[in-house]
Structure formats: structure tokens, C-alpha cells
């Protein structure tokens, strides 16, 4: 076992030490310390074959800094088999208030998760758990909108190794050519680790154009019991004209009066129904139907716990998952943010994001990417901060970029909005009057 000499001093530090060798000597598990991180079991005695599938490891999050493996484990040991815990370290010794726990199942994880998300571990003290994705998935910026889903699939299996999929939104505005961005899914989280730092800005072109890469959000997992209940149906792919009493009387067909109400939000709506069984026929006969001549997609929404719902992933970022509208969560295919898992309104309808894009757009600068980052505060709350790329400039303006603001805020669409005020202040942009992108081309006229 790896000693923990610094976790404390005199008798507590022993006491940790006495505890920590009874915990491996009852369960035979190994403890190793190793980058930054103590391992117990992965894999445990005895284990054969390859690892947990995919969802069987949780975050836990909130951890006091001096408790260790000896208080966690015999936790987690009540819900399932532990197939290996890993827990953050620094310096000192100290835990880094968080760690991951992957179970044996998918199911002994998801029943941990839901039993120990705000237990009280100490007096006063509870965790924060949610499901922790081994992460494969990739948002790639400033891709030319003319570009098909082929292409971009060919060019990015010509550059990077691995890739499975490549997903494509076409634009709100016009059906004919894409976002500007697109998802790209890789066969594993470490393929995707090495694409991304491939394709890191000024390091290669695509289409002779700069482009810009970031870690993408999962799409948000409910279980299944939950998702019987849904009788809200997420409508994607919709034309920007296409209106609220269009949708309505499209699904009421299937069954007039079925629908409760619709609420539509640039190219794609929420619609709700009475009845859970007439959503689900309303679903397996509109998907894929051209509606104002654009073909939609028609899926359930997802509803969030929005007290306990916050995203921990191996990789940081907040693109290609899930977006947070009013109870439900939807995946995304916006020009702004395409999928930052956050609680509240959407936030790239700010005057600030937008001036942002337009700025980028004028000068061809490519689509601006925000990476999302967290820390724990004082107060053991949450606090976010988003850096901002901006994929012409990482090159020509070194010295600034990523622009990363100073402040951390208490959400995540405050920390986005924050973020490109940032960005704009940066590059000398007022973010005030209708003129401020106009003055922003005035300001490069060399970029243009």
C-alpha cells in the first residue's frame, strides 16, 4: 500500500494508516498511487475479462480532504460490488474533494448514485453524486458549412484514428449546409483524447480553414422508469418560420385534441401531450416527416432532476449532450452552445453571444468555441468559468488566447454570458448599440 504520510500528523495520521491497511487487508484490494490519483482494486482480486461496461462508474463528489478510502469504501460496499475506486490527490496527501467509483453493473452504480447524492458522510457534510461518462465524443468548430456529413466523415478519418460517427445539424436558416460545427465520435475515450490534441488550433487544417475542437457533453441518461412516464415529445429540425400552430395541427392529426400545448424555440419546439400514448404514436408516425418542407426529427425529451443535475465527465467542455429547457432536456444542435448541460434559460440568445458570433462570422474568424471549466469554492459550492476560442486568432493572437476571464460565477450561463463580454472587451468591442459588430470589423480590418 502506498503510505499516506502526509493525510495528517501525529496520532490522526496513524490512525488513517491503521485504517487503511485494515480495509485492504479485509478486502484484499490493492492501493497504489499513481498521476495525481490513489487506486484501490481496478481491477479487483480475483477479476478476469475486461472492465465494467460503460455507465457503471459514478462521481463523487463534496469529499471532506482528509477522508480516504477507509470511510468511502464500506459506502459503496452496501449497493454493489466495487470494482475500483479512484480518488483525486494533491500534494499534500489530501483527497482533491472528489473521486470516482466504478461498480461491477450499470445497475449497482445507478442505485448508488441515487442513495448516496446528498448523504451526510459527516455532520453537516453531504456528497454530490451523479454518473461519471468515459467520454469519446468530440465537438469540432469552423468546419465550412458546405461541407456534407460524407465529407466531414472522410477528412476526419484521414486526420485521426478511431472515429466511429460523425454527426451533423443542418443550419436553422438554411437546410442545404451545416452548423459550422459538427460531433464526432470516437471508439474509445483515449482515441478521442488523442484527436483532440491533434487537432488542437494551429496545429492543422481542415479545408485550408482554421478550425477549433473541445470536449463534447454526453447526452443526458434518465433511467427507464422515469422515461415511461414522458408524454412531451422534442421536435428537432424544424424551419425558423415554421410556427407553434403549424406543430400543433401537424401532431394533432394523428389523434385531434391530443396535444396540450406547444412551445417552439428558433428550429426546434417542446410538445406536450395528455396522453403518454398518443406522444409515442405521434412520435413513430411524424419522425423523419417534412414539415414546411424540412424533415424532423421527433424524439422523447428528457426530463432532469434539476436539484441534483450536474454533468462530471473525464473530459471538460460542454458540447454535444444535453441543453436544459424548463424541466426537460433535449440534444442540441445550436450555433452558440450546441449542448451545455446547465439549469435555466438558454443563454445564447444573449446580446452578448450573439455579438460574439457576428463578430466571428464578419471576419472570418471561424465559430467561437467556450470550454467549460468548474471548481469547488469556499463554501463548498460549485463555480464555473468558460474560455473562449476563437479558431483564426489562437495562432495571430497567442498572447490572449484562449480568452479566459477572471471571474468565476455561481452558473453556467452567467459564466457564458461572462466569457464573451470578455472576449468582446478583449478585442476592444463595445457590447452595447447595434453598431458594435460594425465597429468590430472596423477595428481588424486586416482579418476581413
Known amino acids: 500500500m502506498e503510505s499516506n504520510q502526509k493525510s495528517g500528523d501525529g496520532l490522526t495520521g496513524m490512525q488513517k494508516e491503521v485504517s487503511l491497511r485494515a480495509l485492504i487487508q479485509r478486502t484484499g484490494y490493492q492501493l497504489l498511487q499513481e498521476n ?10 480475483g477479476w478476469e475479462g475486461p472492465p465494467p461496461e460503460r455507465g457503471s462508474e459514478i462521481f463523487v463528489g463534496k469529499l471532506p480532504r482528509d477522508l480516504f478510502e477507509d470511510e468511502l469504501v464500506p459506502h459503496c460496499e452496501k449497493f454493489g460490488k466495487i470494482f475500483e475506486v479512484r480518488m483525486m490527490m494533491d500534494f499534500n496527501g489530501n483527497n482533491r474533494g472528489y473521486a470516482f467509483v466504478t461498480f461491477y453493473t450499470r445497475n449497482e452504480a445507478k442505485t448508488a448514485m441515487k442513495q448516496l447524492n446528498n448523504y451526510e458522510i459527516r455532520n453537516g457534510r453531504l456528497l454530490g453524486v451523479c454518473a461519471s461518462v468515459d467520454n469519446c465524443r468530440l465537438f469540432v468548430g469552423g468546419i465550412p458549412k458546405s461541407k456534407k456529413r460524407e465529407e466531414i466523415l472522410m477528412e476526419m478519418k484521414k486526420v485521426t484514428d478511431g472515429v466511429l460517427e460523425v454527426i451533423v445539424y ?18 474509445s475515450h483515449r482515441a478521442a483524447a488523442m484527436a ?11 479545408w485550408g480553414h482554421a478550425i477549433a475542437v473541445d470536449w463534447a457533453e454526453p447526452e443526458v441518461e434518465v433511467d427507464e422508469d ?6 412531451i415529445l422534442y421536435v428537432r429540425n424544424l424551419m425558423l418560420a415554421t410556427t407553434e400552430e403549424t406543430i400543433e395541427k401537424e401532431f394533432n392529426s394523428i389523434k385531434p385534441g391530443a396535444v396540450e400545448r406547444v412551445k417552439k424555440i428558433r428550429d426546434y419546439a417542446f410538445v406536450h401531450f395528455t396522453q403518454r400514448e398518443d406522444a409515442i404514436s405521434a412520435m413513430d408516425a411524424l419522425n423523419g416527416k417534412l414539415v414546411d418542407g424540412s424533415p424532423v426529427e421527433v424524439t422523447l425529451a428528457k426530463p432532469v432532476d434539476k436539484d441534483n443535475y450536474v454533468r462530471y465527465t473525464r473530459g471538460t467542455g460542454g458540447r454535444g449532450g444535453a441543453l436544459l429547457q424548463g424541466e426537460y432536456a433535449c440534444t442540441l444542435g445550436q450555433v452558440y452552445d450546441p449542448s451545455a448541460a446547465y439549469l435555466g434559460a438558454p443563454v445564447f440568445y444573449t446580446p452578448q453571444i450573439y455579438i460574439l458570433e457576428d463578430v466571428c462570422q464578419k471576419n472570418n474568424w471561424g465559430q467561437p468555441v467556450y470550454q467549460l471549466h468548474s471548481a469547488i469554492g469556499p463554501d463548498q459550492s460549485q463555480l464555473f468559468l468558460y474560455k473562449v476560442t476563437i479558431p483564426a486568432l489562437s495562432t495571430q493572437y497567442p498572447n490572449v488566447h484562449p480568452f479566459t476571464p477572471a471571474k468565476l460565477c455561481t452558473s453556467v450561463d452567467e459564466a457564458k454570458v461572462h466569457a464573451a463580454e470578455h472576449a468582446l472587451h478583449t478585442l476592444g468591442v463595445q457590447t452595447e448599440g447595434a453598431e458594435a459588430s460594425a465597429a468590430a470589423v472596423a477595428a481588424f480590418p486586416g482579418m476581413l
Request: no cysteine; hydrophobic share 30%; aromatic share 8%.
Open 226 to 231: 422515469t422515461m415511461a412516464t414522458v408524454k
Open 170 to 187: 443542418p443550419s436553422a436558416a438554411d437546410k442545404t449546409k451545416n452548423r459550422g460545427f459538427a460531433f464526432v465520435e470516437y471508439d
Open 36 to 45: 495525481g490519483q490513489r487506486r484501490y482494486g481496478g481491477p479487483p482480486p
Open 196 to 206: 483532440r490534441r491533434k487537432l488542437l488550433p494551429g496545429r492543422i487544417l481542415l
